[in-house]
């Protein structure tokens, strides 16, 4: 066995892990190929000093030396976080032979690990300078959408660049997953940055799909979460729930997919218990709230229309809880008074309970709304054409069963008899993980 074969067998115990071991076994992984790592770095400095034996008599050439550096750092950072002498070991690779891509690529997953998102940007862009390299092009993807900072045009410029160079690397080796996957986080990443347009999602969930087809992305935990926080921004929450819990399994020792499954269940109960006991508001209290409620709370959708989509009038009529469906609701407004608000950090939305003249209850979740912006309790608000979803999920020993109407923008709702303005929006931001996206 040679170095590259020694090095070939390391990654693919690692990555082919749940091929030979059982999913009880996630706990032990790392350890696991902690002692495949010793192994190889043995293999490989037995294998030097048998080259070193060799060519006593002939210079160890330069190209040699680079494979040999590039090797060692390949197989110290086959464990998350960097070894300290991975960089070392690459980084004088480079300067022996600076043509040696697959040395660049592995640099700069070192410097990435650090945090060092420009640097590693540099690395992977001079892998490329080299070959085109598929590994090189989905880093340089990811990192694309790490870089902070600029203007909002020069965000989007570069998610537009993130897709299109992980699009460059699925066309180089379609059956490669961990290039679908990471085309599937670029779209999504995309999804919020213009304007949400729902064929952006289809297309994440699309490559996401191409990416499960393949043994190794199909163990691989970043894929589970990552399509979760896209079902979750969807309100799908048992998709979102299942695909957290199979990220927790697959890597116990990640701590983001449990807190998030947590997070989202807590999220969840939330919604159902507030909504189940009306904020938990006494009835002279809420009485009081809703003698105040009028079709002055309307505002200008009290006239009985307003602007659409174009700019075509779309006719309105009020509308109480238990006359809209599941679903769009056209030509219908759902006016009422917030009751309460729901604190979490696990949901893209502002979310609180809503009241109508009848004393049913609703939960409201609002997207796309700037920090600033939110509603309180007694405040009256407006709703045209409200997109009603049945939250009905079975998880664990848990049941959640209720109503929820989504609003996407917080710009068609009216608060207070008055239309809110274009400063109440803000698209969201995407939580990018740096486990390994």
Known sequence: ??????????YHFRDHYFETHDLENAINKQSDVEVQLQLCTEKL???????THLRAKIPYSIDDKASYFMLLGKALNVLPGTHPEAQDYLTKSVKLNPKLGEAWV??????WSKNDIETAKNCFQGALNHSND????????????????????????????????????VKLDIKDGASWLILGNA????????????????QSLSAYTQAERDSVIKCNPDLYFNRASLYKSLQDYELALNGYQRATLLDPSWNEPAASLKGLLDYLTQMRDLTASKGKLKSKKLRSLLSSLSSADLGPYAGGSYKGVGGANVN?????????????????VLCGKVICSIQSDHSAAFSFCLVDENQFCISVCVFNYSPNWGVKIGDSVAIPE???????????????DFLCVRVESPIVMVVNGKKQSNETQSPAVLAVCAFSD
Not at 1 to 10: F, H, K, R, S, T
Not at 316 to 332: D, F, H, M
């Open 134 to 169: 598929k590994v090189a092009l989905r880093n340089l993807s990811m990192v694309l959408r790490q870089i902070k900072g600029g203007t909002q045009e020069e965000r989007v410029t570069r998610i537009e660049e993130s897709v299109d160079k992980a699009k460059e690397a």
């Open 1 to 10: 066995m040679d170095g590259n074969e020694a090095v070939d067998a390391l």
């Open 187 to 202: 779209y999504f990443s995309l999804f919020f940055v213009k304007g949400q347009n729902p064929s952006i999602l289809k």
């Open 106 to 111: 592995v640099l700069g997953e070192c410097y």
């Open 45 to 51: 400095q037995t294998l030097q000093g048998k080259l």
């Open 316 to 332: 309105l009529s009020a509308a109480s809880i238990s006359q809209l469906s599941v679903g769009q609701n056209p030509e219908k």
């Open 386 to 400: 409200p997109l009603i979803k049945n939250i009905n999920i079975s998880f664990q020993d848990q049941t959640f």
